[in-house]
């Protein structure tokens, strides 16, 4: 499930190399507990009681030191300074909670009742969970995080190397104009499933914090350039789609269970479900399986923004404006150079560029 920003900021926040972590990470070596509830707003104050004020800066020493006491730490809402300490938190008690620690209770009703972050440091198993609102998770070790995320690496490496094998046989279909519904959506699957598994690595990269800046580099690498094939796709075949469109189908794409996102029908009967711009895809009303068949093997022409991405640091205004002046592929590949170059915005230069890919490709 995709984190949400609020939450994404609270594993930021204690991901390691920020001091916060480090505090809490002496509390953990000394076999401590403790329950930090991140923001001295209104909102919180009004559900404390008792302990006394600090208004210190934040320090990790400092942390440690007020953690020996048994009562909640308040730091400011940037955590740059600790507001106050051994403060008794009262929650509504109706708030619903499934831990059964009293401090782990305490944390998620708090999160849930005011928006902040909240931090509870078990005493007896040495973890720290993180709750905001009903989110609420264990923070893994950091050996454990980067041998997850290496694994995550190997994986998208080779699903990397299925993509490029998908859109090397596109390349080669559409030259010959042979491309069906089924091979975009292929294409389109093996897009999705890397980017599945780019967000999941992301994931683990925000709990590493500095400890993953050699993953992040090897994730960037890995994924460049896979976005906007995955975009152009989208738009060369169930297109022209305007930004909102391309994202709702990706949308659409990102929530089908995995074994739903395998299934070449499921994934074609959805996206021809959503009414697409032109109408590229044969419509078949009954729903039986010939249907469906006939659906997936419906020939379908690009409108050439695949081919035009090739075209190293080729504007964006270039390509739309050759896609929409030309009705298809085919008809930019056979425009005379000059046809080309009279299209706004294109000029001579783009012209011959085109041309001499098209060259290439033939």
């Not at 998908?166 to 294409?187: G, H």
Request: charged fraction near 25%; proline fraction near 3%; hydrophobic fraction near 40%.
């Amino acid at each position: 499930m995709k984190k949400s920003p609020a939450v994404i900021e609270a594993l930021k926040q204690i991901s390691p190399g920020t001091a916060l972590r480090d505090g809490l990470e002496r509390v953990l070596q000394a076999r401590m507990g403790a329950l930090i509830v991140l923001g001295d707003s209104h909102e919180v104050l009004s559900i404390c009681s008792g302990g006394f004020l600090v208004d210190a800066e934040f320090s990790p020493q400092r942390l440690f030191e007020l953690a020996k006491m048994d009562g909640a730490i308040v730091l400011s809402e940037d955590g740059s300074r600790i507001a106050r300490a051994n403060v008794h938190l009262v929650p509504d008690a109706i708030v619903p909670t499934s831990e059964t620690g009293t401090r782990h209770r305490t944390a998620e009703r708090v999160a849930r009742s005011v928006d902040v972050s909240v931090f509870a440091v078990s005493e007896e198993l040495s973890v720290i969970t993180v709750y905001r609102g009903a989110y609420k998770n264990p923070i893994s070790a950091t050996p454990m995080l980067l041998s997850r995320a290496n694994q995550g690496l190997a994986t998208l490496e080779r699903y990397r190397d299925r993509l490029s094998g998908v859109m090397s046989t596109l390349d080669s279909l559409e030259v010959r104009n042979q491309v069906t519904f089924r091979d975009v959506i292929s294409a389109i699957q093996r897009s999705e499933m890397v980017r599945r598994i780019e967000e999941e690595i992301e994931g683990y990269l925000i709990e590493l914090g500095d400890q993953g800046r050699l993953i992040s580099l090897q994730l960037d690498e890995l994924c460049y350039g896979v976005d906007s094939e995955y975009n152009d796709v989208i738009q060369d075949y169930l297109g022209p789609c305007s930004v909102g469109e391309v994202e709702k189908i990706k949308a659409y794409l990102a929530s089908l269970e995995a074994d739903e996102l395998l299934d070449s029908s499921v994934v074609g009967m959805g996206l021809q479900s959503m009414a697409l711009p032109q109408g590229l895809l044969r419509r078949y009303d009954d729903g039986s399986d010939e249907a469906t068949q006939a659906i997936l093997g419906s020939w379908l022409e690009p409108r050439g923004l695949r081919m035009l991405s090739k075209l190293a640091r080729i504007p964006e205004e270039v390509k739309l404006a050759l896609v929409e002046q030309f009705d298809g592929l085919f008809t930019i590949i056979e425009a005379s150079e000059s046809d080309l170059a009279s299209v706004e915005g294109v000029g001579p230069h783009w012209a011959k560029a085109v041309k001499d890919l098209v060259g290439q490709m033939l």
